[in-house]
C-alpha cells in the first residue's frame, strides 16, 4: 500500500512537513486503518507540531470510525493545547463517543424545554466555571486559556453545544430540528444558532444545516458575529439544493450583509451544479 503513496515510504521517514503530510493523507485515503496504525506508532516520538499535523489529517479525509477513538480518547490528555483541540473536534463529530455523551449530559444540564401558558420556551443555565473534565474535553475559558478556571457564561455555552451530538436535542424535545429552532430562546438565542451551526458543520448533518439557513433567512436575522460566521460556513459547506430558488426563501427587508451574502453563496452554487450536470448531459 504505501508503494502506491507520494515518495514512498521515503517520504515519511525522510521527507519533510509537507511531504510527510501528503504521504500520510493518500495512506489515509487508500487504507484509513493502516494510516492509524502509523499514527499510533509514530505518536510518542512526533514533536507537537506533527502530532497535530497527523490528527488534522484525520479531519480532511474519510469519516471517522469507532475504531479511531481510542487514539484520539488519548490525544485529549496531549500537552499540546493544538493536538488537544483536534482531538476534542474529532471526537465531537464521531457518533456514538464517550466524548459525545459526556457533552450531551453536560448539554441537557444547560438547556431545558419547559412550557408555559405562553407556549414552549427554551431555559439556558450555563456551568458557571470550567472545571478540569470540561477542560479536558476541549472547552476553554477564553483565547489562550491553559487552566481551568472561571469563564464567561456565554462561551461555556456555545462551546457546550457545539459539541454535542445533535441527536441530543431532537430526541430530548421530542422536535425536528425546524421546530426546534422556532422554539423562543430569549438573549440566548445567537448563542444557541451559532453552536447548533458548528455541531451542524461538524456533524455533517443536512437536516440541521437546512433548518439554521432557512431560520437566519426567514426569522430573526443574525445579530452578533458569531451567528454570522456560523452562517457564512454553513452556506458554504450546505448542500448546493438548498439554494434552488424554488426552495429558499429571500432574507427579510433589511437583514444584514451576512444573510444576503449567505444567499449568495447559496444560489451561485446551486447555479454551478445546473450548469456541471448540463456539461455532463452533454458529453
Known sequence: MAAD???????????????????????????????????????DAAGAA????????????PALRPADEP????????????VRSWAAYLLASLPGSALGRRMAGRAQ??????TGPRGPRLIASPPAECDASMWRDGITPGPGAGRPQLADRTRLMLEVVARTPLRTWTDAFAREP???????SGDWAPVLF??????????????????????????????????NSALSQLARRADPALGAPDALAGPEQGAPPAVRAAIRVLRFRFDMLKELDVDYSRG
Open 5 to 43: 503513496t507520494p515518495g514512498g515510504d521515503d517520504a515519511w521517514r525522510l521527507g519533510d512537513a509537507s511531504q510527510r503530510r501528503g504521504y500520510l493523507t493518500a495512506l489515509r485515503d487508500a487504507d484509513p486503518g493502516l494510516a492509524r496504525d502509523l499514527i499510533t506508532a509514530s505518536w
Open 50 to 61: 506533527d502530532r497535530a499535523m497527523f490528527l488534522s489529517v484525520l479531519a480532511a479525509g
Open 71 to 82: 487514539l484520539l480518547e488519548a490525544a485529549l490528555s496531549d500537552r499540546a493545547d493544538e
Open 109 to 114: 444540564r444547560g438547556l431545558r424545554l419547559e
Open 178 to 184: 425546524a421546530a426546534i429552532l422556532a422554539v423562543p
Open 194 to 227: 451559532a453552536g447548533w451551526s458548528r455541531a451542524a458543520i461538524a456533524q455533517r448533518n443536512q437536516d440541521w444545516t437546512a433548518a439554521l439557513i432557512n431560520e437566519a433567512l426567514t426569522g430573526r436575522p443574525p445579530a452578533m458575529p458569531a451567528e
